[in-house]
């Protein structure tokens, strides 16, 4: 059994452990707060039961996504784990929204609520478990890298702050004879709205496609330079195709002089090192070949990269090289996604460079800032 596979185990065996605790706490506090009449615990029941189902489609979306590649998706099918996130959003969000509903009718209706100290007992309990569930699920979560995983635990957590308000509510009625229930019940219905939407947004974001983790870009590159052939290393992008399916590419600066076989070697061997100590597959390393050749390239490249990065918002230029028999000069240039107007800043660097090498054609990229 490799590595893909004990982890699809874990996430699934962790899964049915927080349906089966989710379906005993919604039953235990749908009858004490239908026997209480307390709209509060209710709704809190119905919160756990969306869990159960969250925990449900958590299992559906790891089975699926641990198909195997073919014709029609030869990456696999990790990315099905942030769709099933989604659905799971979703479900929460429209929790919130009908508890919310039902929290204002109340709060314009009220009804007077009467607890059982068996009642407050349950509720305590289910605080407990919802503790131990939530620091279970959300610890397993960040071992096995599984973000829904690890939103069920901080959910769980969440949840048993807000059944320790509803106890305290409780206590409040019955010692201050004062009713929160109705506006406590709004309150749980905003916070799990809240746990909807901000749910919904992270992961479509990693369906839309984020900027690759800092570390591990740094990661890649250190790795990537530590090849003594190896001048620079630039324009890492990587690829999220799911939890542990990470499929990158770079550009790479090396010596005109390398041959093909050299270059086939090296590439080779940094895509082993790369995937063995990172797990980013580099499906592509593209060459900036370093001017050997020319005695005036270092003068020229000097002079250029102090025009370029003289513009506010420059935040790198790489790629340089030299071609004397064709008076061409090529290199890339990184500019800040803060920038109001990026274009303009081009243009502009494209326009005063040429003016500075006037004898020369200028072939300047307008590069992705893909990673830092």
Known sequence: MDERQKRDQVIIRTSIIGILANVLLAAFKA????????????????????????????????????????????????????????????????????????????????????YSPEGLMIIAVAVAVKILLGTFVKKTG??????????????????????????????????????????????????????????MRETLSKITGERVDSDLAHDIKHIVRSFPEVKGAYDLIVHNYGPSRLIGSMHIEVPDTMTVDELD??????????????????????????????????????????????????????????DEKEHLIKLDVIIDYALKDRQQVYDHICREAQEAFPGYKLDILFDIDGSD
């Open 31 to 114: 009858l004490v707060g239908l026997a209480a009449g307390s709209i509060a615990i209710v709704l809190d029941a119905v919160n756990n039961l969306s869990d159960a189902l969250s925990s449900l489609i958590t299992i559906i979306g790891t089975k699926i996504a641990s198909r195997a590649p073919d014709k029609k998706h030869p990456l696999g099918h990790g990315r099905v784990e942030y769709i099933s996130a989604t659905i799971i959003a979703v479900i929460i969000l429209y929790a919130g929204v009908t508890s919310l509903s039902e929290a204002v009718r109340k709060i314009i209706s009220p009804t007077k609520p009467s």
């Open 142 to 199: 960040q071992r096995v890298s599984s973000d829904a995983l690890t939103e069920s635990g901080t959910d769980a957590l969440m949840d048993a702050v807000i059944s320790l308000s509803t106890l305290a509510a409780a206590l409040v009625f019955i010692f201050g004879h004062l009713s929160l229930e109705a506006w406590l019940g709004a309150v749980i219905s905003a916070v799990i709205i809240k746990s909807g939407i901000d749910m």
């Open 265 to 322: 070697t090296l590439e080779r061997e940094i895509t082993d090192k790369v995937y063995d100590e990172t797990g980013v597959l580099l499906a592509g390393i593209s060459v900036y070949a370093m001017n050997t050749k020319s005695s005036r390239s270092r003068q020229i490249q000097t002079k250029l990269r102090r025009i370029i990065m003289s513009h506010d918002g420059v935040l790198q230029t790489h790629g340089f090289y030299l």
